[in-house]
């Protein structure tokens, strides 16, 4: 939720904390604030579509500081909207300012947006750690707030409704958790923290009634008080004057929190608020009050501490399930939970509607996720076909009972009710809402929901290919964790607007290369461990990187093509797991460093070949001989070596001057296709190229799958 200008206030005054040397406990941990955290603050790229390699790194040194002070991490990740509603409004203006916030970027001025594939590359480092999670049905922050009270347990967040719960163990924001810093003996490993206890903060207030928060933060606002009732208290109200200097909104606030001071009993000062407040309308403000007030009241219990302690981890009660859930499958419900099913799943099942994540692309061109709607659609279809067709089936008998007998012959017929999802997506610089209606392409299987889990591996198989219009194409053997990887990039060179280019799909399939080598090069107990070749290869890829730091001279052509690739790859993603798996997951670290594709690509149309690229590494060209035979068909001769001239340095000077002139395409905002711009210099390939013509021997006559 959050409460208005309350996190800057109190952070602002350090005597509201306590230093600790924090080890050796429980630690329950907001995910999505940890990895907003832990990207904004590490100076990560945005611009380019995100190094999720070097991400995943820091997500596991986080967590390994952790483990050598012997602290016992539990994360706890949102889920979908609210099923009320209540905070829709709040989530498109959101949304919408992310969009402005991506044109920014776009245009090499400051902004922050967060890449596409973070939250599942953030889940899939922590299954390989081991690291105990949950996703929570909708919003976690009171669920971790419960299951830290039951515990008594520190939080770890940056949300500033836990200087309002009332926990044993307290709260620790992330902007005070030195886990870089770890200090102590070898015994006696500690984290530098700051631990923010509600007693201590309430004393600093004339020793205030803790229990008069709540009222506090739904009158100060949050997400889902409306801006007129805050508004209009503070205009009515005659707050303590505190001392010059501080800023308005803290002032506010602390003459707030004195007022309230004067109350012994909260249910005083709730009746003098609404006083205040007055009006005819008194009784629709105390119910919103009180419902606002009742979101901060924590149970005895938590449902999450029978979920983390269980060996085999119990689906939640179901009273506490909105009521399009309680039907669904055990599988579905439990994959969730533990990650394997994105939010998007219960935002269609619940609410029929889902917001599209922000991307920086062209914002003068369609937006990105267009490009993998058909790969949604399947995704919806198989999420609420088959309960449309019962109910509208139900329906149909209920009319014909009340019809008699004498027009039975009605029966055959089927219900043309429409079933839809609404889509909120960027067109230009505005949000809008798209009615996308659901169905199956004719060559997709339709599987009932409930059984999915049961299905034949093929079926399911075959509705993954079907969709990404894999059918009737024969592909090479693949080693099992490219082929979700390599369908997807096929499925996005049919279906990108405009096309990509040669250069672009090479920089694309050398990225999968240097992903897998970066890989294994780093795990003792693969075979090319420590092999010089594939590191080398490594080196003199990496050292292609455009500076995360550099903002002027975005190719916005090339960034706009690569984000639509990480939108078919995430829709890709999501059909996998929907359908249990019928292909190897991929690591989703290793598949797409922005910094690193731009630098490539740029390098390539520069005059650099593959083969001087992957020189002394026999393994590392021979996989990137067969991921571009699988894409395009053409096998690829030669052995890889060094071109003459040419090598590592010029390259490199290659790779970043030609980022830097991707100010003619992009830099002016006129993104790639403007006047008089030569579209092959930018990613993509001319409206009359023959490149796709050579997409012909794909299908799936050897394929892994798990």
């Known amino acids: 939720m959050g409460v208005h200008g309350l996190t800057s206030y109190v952070e602002g005054n350090h005597h509201f904390f306590t230093d600790m040397r924090f080890r050796d406990c429980r630690l329950v941990i907001d995910g999505c604030s940890l990895y907003y955290q832990l990207y904004f603050n590490s100076g990560l790229d945005q611009a380019r579509g995100g190094d999720y390699d070097i991400f995943a790194v820091l997500v596991r040194q986080f967590f390994a500081a952790l483990s050598e002070c012997k602290v016992q991490p539990f994360v706890v990740l949102d889920g979908g909207m609210d099923q009320t509603d209540k905070k829709f409004k709040t989530l498109l203006e959101r949304t919408q300012s992310k969009i402005k916030a991506a044109h920014t970027l776009s245009r090499g001025s400051h902004g922050s947006v967060l890449p596409l594939l973070t939250h599942e590359v953030f889940i899939q480092v922590l299954s390989e750690l081991g690291v105990p999670l949950v996703q929570c049905i909708s919003e976690a922050d009171f ?8 515990w008594g347990c520190p939080v770890l967040t940056n949300d500033s409704d836990f200087y309002i719960f009332d926990l044993r163990g307290g709260y620790l924001p992330f902007s005070f958790f030195q886990w870089k810093n770890v200090s102590g003996r070898a015994t006696e490993r500690y984290i530098p923290a700051r631990q923010f206890i509600v007693n201590r903060f309430c004393s600093h207030f004339n020793h205030m009634n803790k229990q008069l928060l709540p009222l506090f933060a739904v009158v100060t606002g949050n997400d889902y008080t409306p801006d007129k009732i805050t508004d209009m208290f503070f205009r009515r109200v005659e707050l303590e004057r505190v001392p010059v200097g501080r800023k308005s909104g803290h002032s506010r606030i602390e003459g707030f929190l004195l007022w309230l001071s004067q109350f012994t009993s909260p249910l005083d000062a709730f009746e003098e608020v609404l006083e205040i407040l007055g009006g005819q309308h008194k009784g629709n403000l105390r119910m919103q009050l009180s419902v606002g007030i009742q979101d901060y009241q924590l149970p005895r219990t938590s449902i999450l501490a029978q979920y983390f302690s269980s060996a085999q981890p119990a689906l939640p009660n179901t009273q506490s399930l909105p009521a399009a859930l309680i039907s669904q499958p055990e599988w579905l419900l439990k994959a969730f939970a533990s990650g394997n099913l994105p939010s998007l799943v219960l935002n269609v099942l619940v609410l029929q509607k889902v917001l599209l994540t922000v991307q920086v692309e062209n914002s003068h061109q369609l937006s990105s996720h267009r490009t993998s709607l058909s790969i949604r659609k ?15 089936q139900r329906q149909q008998n209920v009319t014909q009972r009340g019809r008699g007998r004498g027009r039975q012959s009605m029966g055959g017929q089927q219900c043309d009710t429409p079933c839809v999802v609404d889509e909120y997506d960027r067109q230009d610089l505005n949000l809008k ?3 996308v209606e659901v169905h199956l392409p004719n060559s997709v299987p339709q599987l009932n929901l409930t059984t999915i889990d049961k299905a034949p591996v093929q079926v399911r198989l075959q509705v993954l290919l079907g969709t990404l219009g894999m059918l009737d194409h024969i592909l090479p053997p693949l080693p099992p964790q490219f082929c979700l990887p390599v369908y997807v990039t096929y499925f996005w060179m049919n279906n990108s607007k405009p096309k990509p280019s040669q250069p672009l799909l090479m ?5 999968l290369v240097y992903g897998e080598l970066s890989w294994r090069t780093a795990h003792p107990d693969d075979p090319l ?17 455009v500076n995360p730091g550099q903002r002027r001279g975005l190719d916005l052509g090339v960034a706009h093509l690569l984000s639509q690739w990480q939108s078919c790859m995430l829709a890709g993603l999501y059909l996998n ?10 690591r989703y670290a290793c598949l797409y460093s922005g910094t690193l594709l731009h630098g490539l690509e740029a390098a390539i149309r520069g005059g650099y070949q593959p083969e001087s690229l992957l020189a002394g590494d026999t393994e590392a060209w021979q996989l990137y001989s067969i991921l571009l035979k699988a894409i395009t068909g053409t096998a690829v001769s030669g052995t890889p070596r060094m071109s003459r001239g040419g090598g590592q340095r010029k390259a490199q000077q290659r790779g970043r001057g030609n980022e830097g002139r991707g100010r003619a395409s992009g830099g002016r905002g006129r993104g790639y296709g403007g006047r008089g711009r030569d579209n092959r210099s930018r990613g993509m390939m001319p409206a009359d190229s023959d490149f796709d013509n050579r997409f012909t021997l794909l299908t799936c006559n050897d394929v892994y799958y798990a």
């Open 143 to 150: 669920e971790i707030a419960s299951l830290a009270k039951q």
């Open 529 to 545: 461990y420590g092999s010089k070749a594939a590191s080398s290869v490594c080196q003199r890829l990496s050292v292609l990187r």
């Open 433 to 435: 809402k798209n009615t």
């Open 577 to 586: 797991q929907l359908l249990c798996f019928p292909l190897l997951d991929p």
């Open 378 to 392: 399947t995704i919806y279809s198989l999420l609420l076909l088959e309960k449309t067709r019962q109910d509208s």
């Open 507 to 511: 920089a694309m399939l050398l990225g």
